[in-house]
């Protein structure tokens, strides 16, 4: 190995002032970007979903579809995805400051659909389909004190399941409940957004079966996309946006009583 | 002066202790820390490449069932149809296995009122405009859906 004064500088300090993983990250964060993944190219990517609430019909064919490809255990609370019901009752003319408390429900998390409920006079109601938000700055990514789940280079939160210590901290640090721990392996579990479908150029498999098409994944480092069109067209919101967590679901038609 | 080098001994052990400390860290670390850590931040990036080649696909993706010679029938008709934007796993149930071996993995049967019900049952909570719903059972009055609707062309 030979060196001049100054590589033997540049490198030796790099060494001393970096960690070992940071020494080995050192020579692509020079070049300026990750390599490419075979066959699919994770730096060209950047992965969201847009979600309509208007067109949602409650059918639960993705909550299906989720547990069917993803191999999730049956039960209604291990769940990648899922579907509620709000029913938000009328503002009381008589009692107009009294608080409003929306009911919400998903029964056996939405996979056999709705049954019609009895509601009040007046309310409203409408189904949420909510899923892993994919959030850039993910607060469950944050907590993890094995480096086993984290937001990769291109949006998609996974967790490296050989490294999960099952703490379960990542499920206390997700603000919108969408992890659980597999009993089966205990290991958090969460949705992957398909990760093994969308990078071979399919949708995932809830947007796959969604018969309105109320779910669209969409890639936003992709100008062709359709997803642009749709966040271009719709006044979309996310949940949650206080709490800074970069969540790229982005849901039209969001009520404000949706948390 | 000679006093203070012969105390700094000390100092040197302590330092040499400090030095073979961190030696060991090193060589403990490099045990530890998975092979490809910290390439693109703090996870492991054969991850990516896990989770993506380690989970076996089950829906095909409509695409896969108008293929020639498949049902290159039942997609040109259901193309330009109300049931246009409705996959066909979406009723039909996953079906990648199908899909890649047509002999050995048949496609399941319907339970067609669940399925219809799902989309097509009155419900307050339904938008409307992008589904038909009625009342099922005075809809239907015993009879099956298919008996007066093809779900390929329900328009016709």
């Known amino acids: 190995m030979n060196l001049d004064r100054r590589q033997f500088l540049v490198e030796g300090t790099a060494f001393l002032l970096l960690t070992g993983a940071a020494t080995r990250a050192w020579p692509f964060i020079e070049q300026g970007r990750p390599q490419d993944a075979p066959g699919y190219d994770f730096s060209q990517h ?8 208007e067109k949602c019909i409650g059918c639960g064919r993705c909550v299906d579809a989720c547990k069917v490809e ?7 609370y291990f769940s990648r995805t899922w579907v509620e019901r709000y029913i ?35 309310s409203k109601s409408f189904f949420v389909p909510k899923m892993c938000n994919h959030c850039a700055d993910s607060p469950c990514t944050q907590v993890c004190p094995v480096g086993a789940t984290f937001r990769g280079p291109d949006g998609v939160v996974l967790v490296d399941k050989t490294y999960c210590l099952g703490c379960r901290y990542c499920v206390q640090a997700c603000p919108y409940g969408c992890r659980f721990i597999d009993p089966r392996t205990n290991t958090a579990d969460k949705c992957t957004l398909c990760y093994h479908r969308i990078t ?8 796959e079966v969604c018969p309105t098409e109320a779910r669209v994944l969409g890639d936003l480092r992709n100008p062709d996309d359709p997803i ?4 271009r067209e719709h006044k979309v919101h996310v949940l949650k946006p206080d709490l800074a967590t970069g969540a790229k679901l982005y849901y039209n038609g969001l009520d404000g009583a949706v948390r | 002066m000679a006093q203070v080098l012969s105390d700094a001994k000390h100092l040197v052990r302590l330092a040499l202790l400090f030095l073979a400390g961190f030696l060991l860290f090193l060589v403990i670390r490099a045990f530890f820390v998975p092979p490809g850590f910290g390439e693109f931040g703090h996870f492991r990036t054969g991850t990516l490449q896990d989770v993506r080649n380690n989970t076996p696909l089950h829906f095909g993706g409509r695409a896969s069932c108008g293929e020639a010679d498949c049902h290159e029938d039942v997609t040109a008709a259901l193309a330009t149809d109300s ?20 002999e050995i993995a048949k496609a399941a049967t319907l339970d067609e009122l669940d399925l219809c019900s799902r989309c097509h049952a009155l419900n307050p909570a339904r938008p409307e405009g992008y589904t038909q719903q009625v009342d099922i059972e005075p809809h239907r009055d015993g009879a099956a859906c298919s008996e007066c609707h093809d779900a390929h062309e329900p328009s016709s």
């Open chain 1, 228 to 231: 642009h069109q749709l966040l």
């Open chain 1, 88 to 122: 938000i009752p009328p503002i009381d003319p008589e009692d107009p400051m009294a608080e409003i408390l929306p009911i919400v429900d998903s029964p056996n998390a939405g996979r056999d659909g709705f049954p019609p409920k009895p509601t009040v006079d007046g």
């Open chain 2, 83 to 102: 049931h246009a934007r409705v996959g066909c796993e979406s009723c039909h149930g996953a079906l990648a296995a199908h899909a890649a071996d047509p």
């Open chain 1, 46 to 53: 950047w992965w969201a979903m847009f979600i309509d609430i």
């Open chain 1, 70 to 76: 993803n191999n999730v255990p049956p039960e209604a």
């Open chain 1, 200 to 207: 071979k150029g399919l949708t995932t498999a809830c947007c």
